[in-house]
C-alpha cells in the first residue's frame, strides 16, 4: 500500500506562484508514474502533469503547460508541482496519484492511489 500527502495550498492573487509537494510512504518502489491531477467545484477531475520515475520523461496538460513544472525526487520519494503565472481558473483541488505500474499516459484510470488533496485558490 502507498500513503500520499498533499501539502503546500493556499491562497494566491493571479500571476503568484505555490509550489505544492507530495510525499509518499509505504511500498514506494513501484511508484514508477507519478502525477498530479486536480478537481474544480462541480467539475472533472483532470489531469495535470505526470513524470516518469525511470527516465524522467515528463507530460502536461495544454491549459499547465509553460507555467507548470513538475519534478520529483526519487530517494525522498516526493513529487512537488511548481505552479507560476497562475490564473484564476487554476483554482481547484489538487491531488497527488501514483501507479503500481508505469503507464505514462494522463488517464484517471492507471493511477491506484490518491491523495487527499490540497486546496489552490486564485484570486482575481
Known amino acids: 500500500q502507498v500513503q500520499l500527502v498533499e501539502s503546500g495550498g493556499g491562497l494566491v492573487q493571479a500571476g503568484g506562484s505555490l509550489r505544492l509537494s507530495c510525499a509518499a510512504s509505504g511500498r514506494t518502489f513501484s511508484n514508477a508514474v507519478m502525477g498530479w491531477f486536480r478537481q474544480a467545484p462541480g467539475k472533472e477531475r483532470e489531469f495535470v502533469a505526470y513524470m516518469s520515475r525511470s527516465d524522467g520523461s515528463t507530460r502536461y496538460a495544454d491549459s499547465v503547460k509553460g507555467r507548470f513544472t513538475i519534478s520529483r525526487d526519487n530517494a525522498k520519494n516526493t513529487v512537488d508541482l511548481q505552479m507560476n503565472s497562475l490564473k484564476p481558473e487554476d483554482t481547484a483541488i489538487y491531488l497527488c496519484?501514483?501507479?503500481?505500474?508505469?503507464?505514462?499516459?494522463?488517464?484517471?484510470?492507471?493511477?491506484?492511489?490518491w491523495g487527499q488533496g490540497t486546496q489552490v485558490t486564485v484570486s482575481s
Open positions: 496519484a501514483a501507479q503500481k505500474g508505469g503507464i505514462l499516459t494522463a488517464g484517471r484510470w492507471a493511477y491506484d492511489y
